[in-house]
T-cell receptor, first 114, second 111 residues
Framework: ETGVTQTPRHLVMGMTNKKSLKCEQH?????MYWYKQSAKKPLELMFV???????ENNSVPSRFSPECPNSSHLFLHLHTLQPEDSALYLCASSQGRRGSYEQYFGPGTRLTVT | KQEVTQIPAALSVPEGENLVLNCSFT??????LQWFRQDPGKGLTSLLL?????REQTSGRLNASLDKSSGRSTLYIAASQPGDSATYLCAVSDYGQNFVFGPGTRLSVLP
């Protein structure tokens, strides 16, 4: 148990669906992250939130929309996805946003777009 | 742009062997380097974090070293066990405070 939980663990959705991924951290951290892990590719950083403010958006398509209502919760809203968006989506948190802090990861949501 | 590579891509060893995993990065201006373990279909578990001012960190049978000037880190696993089988990832954080991950080394320890 890492202190970072993600729901759902598995999700299958059609290209016209709208769904949301949820992440919750119980570590008292101030920064939260969304990563995408595709087959045979390194982890890609998607979004960074620090103190509920989005501070990083790595050229992610607008069909992915993050939301951070407070420092413990992070959502990733999905709509009109493409099959190539199928991947493992990982949430992480750290004490602060500075690179000196250790990152803690959740178990991930396995997303399949049909 | 920071790039991280890991060699070998896959490694298979008999139980009890000592082994070394390698991580290289192109830009030496880093804050820290972190080693993770990932079991199939699961999230990442942090193993060791080395700050840029440090040379190495140890935790149990694991020892990680960092040579910033040459852009290299190694993860040494002593007396390997079947439970060590997993994919090992290294990640560096740069002064842009982003984390860049390597592709990982898939380790199999055979009983």
């Amino acid at each position: 148990e890492t202190g970072v939980t993600q729901t759902p663990r598995h999700l299958v959705m059609g290209m016209t669906n709208k769904k949301s991924l949820k992440c919750e951290q119980h570590l008292g951290h101030n920064a939260m992250y969304w990563y995408k892990q595709s087959a045979k590719k390194p982890l890609e950083l998607m979004f960074v939130y620090s103190l509920e403010e989005r501070v990083e958006n790595n050229s992610v398509p607008s069909r992915f929309s993050p939301e951070c209502p407070n420092s413990s919760h992070l959502f990733l809203h999905l709509h009109t996805l493409q099959p190539e968006d199928s991947a493992l989506y990982l949430c992480a948190s750290s004490q602060g946003r500075r690179g000196s802090y250790e990152q803690y990861f959740g178990p991930g949501t396995r997303l399949t777009v049909t | 742009k920071q790039e991280v590579t890991q060699i070998p891509a896959a490694l298979s060893v008999p139980e009890g062997e000592n082994l070394v995993l390698n991580c290289s990065f192109t830009d030496s201006a880093i804050y820290n380097l972190q080693w993770f373990r990932q079991d199939p279909g699961k999230g990442l578990t942090s193993l060791l974090l080395i700050q840029s001012s440090q040379r190495e960190q140890t935790s149990g049978r694991l020892n990680a070293s960092l040579d910033k000037s040459s852009g290299r880190s190694t993860l040494y696993i002593a007396a390997s066990q079947p439970g060590d089988s997993a994919t090992y990832l290294c990640a560096v954080s740069d002064y842009g405070q982003n984390f860049v991950f390597g592709p990982g080394t898939r380790l199999s320890v055979l009983p």
